[in-house]
């Protein structure tokens, strides 16, 4: 079991930006990781992914809404996933959980990794 605690949400206006991180109990080098976001009322929606650690390069992820504007990254000597939210907009107003999986895995099935945090809250007003 991989518990995932995610830090760094918050209220914003649109246009502004946000980090958010992940902090793993364990190592995560091998996992593949990323975000997964719901508003109430709205099916979880995968936000963006990232291969497992190892090598120089990874392959990302993202979602169409979000592309553009928001940056997945990870260091995996401390165990931490990040998600760098600029250019923020009312939509992107959810709950946003972080996530990892085993592999075999893929950085673009985020909403079927296995472990999930209990989320951050991300709000952001017109």
């Known amino acids: 079991q991989v518990q995932l605690v995610e830090s760094g949400g918050g209220s914003v206006q649109a246009g502004g930006s946000l980090r958010l991180s992940c902090a793993a109990s364990r190592s995560t080098l091998s996992y593949c990781m990323g975000w997964v976001r719901q508003a109430p009322g709205k099916e979880r929606e995968g936000v963006a992914g990232i291969s497992p650690g190892g090598s120089s390069t990874y392959y990302t992820y993202y979602a169409d809404s979000v592309k553009g504007r928001f940056t997945i990254s990870r260091d995996n000597a401390k165990n931490t996933l990040y998600l760098q939210m600029n250019s923020l907009k009312p939509e992107d107003t959810a709950m946003y959980y972080c996530?990892?999986?085993?592999?075999?895995?893929?950085?673009?099935?985020?909403?079927?990794?296995?472990?999930w945090g209990q989320g951050t809250q991300v709000t952001v007003s017109s």
């Open positions: 996530a990892a999986d085993p592999q075999p895995c893929s950085p673009s099935r985020i909403t079927n990794f296995a472990y």
